[in-house]
């Protein structure tokens, strides 16, 4: 199994950009989840998926999208990236809301 | 904002001292689990412990929970230096459906 995989690894936006960040799991979790951690801040949550076709929206949800059109995959959409958005950017899932976490291994986004 | 709040920030330790992490929470929680952070890697979940529960072993890893005080510890016993990393306490409440997590304490064991 892989697990949580993240694509891509690292990425340069200029301001105004849009991009894609993919998460794929292959352990048939539920629930899904996107983190952005900046130093100092720890993991604050943006999005969620509680199961395919659902998302909710986390504590800091403003300037992206999400979409959980398979079970399997929960994408992070950013329409018009800000320099605020450099972070790096935690794909999780779950198989119960409550239980452990399996995180993918991040993506390294600058916005220039 | 943020649930979970582990102390210290920042702690150093030699090879094969105890090192001990405690995390303290706002609101009541359904569980409390703690993450491992290698430098630019993912986390990784340790344990978890349910609120009705006071203490959990695993390996060289001992949580406490005390719900009356809303805090937990993490003591990692006989470090070594791959213990290197950052620890995070996450709390689950069932209200929230999420877990909110701390901003982690950095443990630096050196040989």
């Known amino acids: 199994n892989a697990g949580v995989t993240q694509t891509p690894k690292f990425r340069v936006l200029k301001t105004g950009q849009s991009m894609t960040l993919l998460c794929a799991q292959d352990m048939n979790h539920e629930y899904m989840y996107w983190y952005r951690q900046d130093p100092g801040m720890g993991l604050r949550l943006i999005h969620y998926?509680?199961?395919?076709?659902?998302?909710a929206k986390g504590e800091v949800p403003d300037g992206y999208n999400v979409s959980r059109l398979k079970k399997q995959n929960f994408l992070l959409g950013l329409e018009s990236a800000a320099p605020s958005q450099t972070s790096v950017y935690f794909c999780?899932?779950?198989?119960?809301?409550?239980?452990?976490?399996?995180f993918g291994p991040g993506t390294r986004l600058t916005v220039t | 904002s943020q649930q979970g709040e582990e102390d210290p920030q920042a702690l150093s330790i030699q090879e094969g001292e105890n090192a001990t992490m405690n995390c303290s929470y706002k609101?009541?929680?359904?569980?409390l689990q703690w993450y491992r952070q290698n430098s630019g890697r993912g986390l990784v979940h340790l344990i978890l412990?349910?609120?009705?529960?006071r203490e959990k072993h695993s390996g060289r890893l001992r949580v406490t929970l005390d719900t009356s005080k809303k805090s937990s510890s993490l003591l990692i016993t006989a470090s070594r230096a791959a213990d290197t990393a950052s620890y995070f306490c996450?709390?689950?409440?069932?209200?929230?459906?999420?877990?909110?997590f701390g901003k982690g304490t950095m443990l630096l064991v050196s040989p």
């Open positions: 999780a899932s779950t198989l119960t809301g409550m239980g452990e976490q399996y």
């Open positions: 998926s509680v199961g395919e076709g659902t998302t």
């Open positions: 996450a709390t689950y409440n069932s209200g929230y459906s999420t877990l909110t």
């Open positions: 412990i349910r609120s009705n529960e």
């Open positions: 609101t009541s929680i359904n569980n």
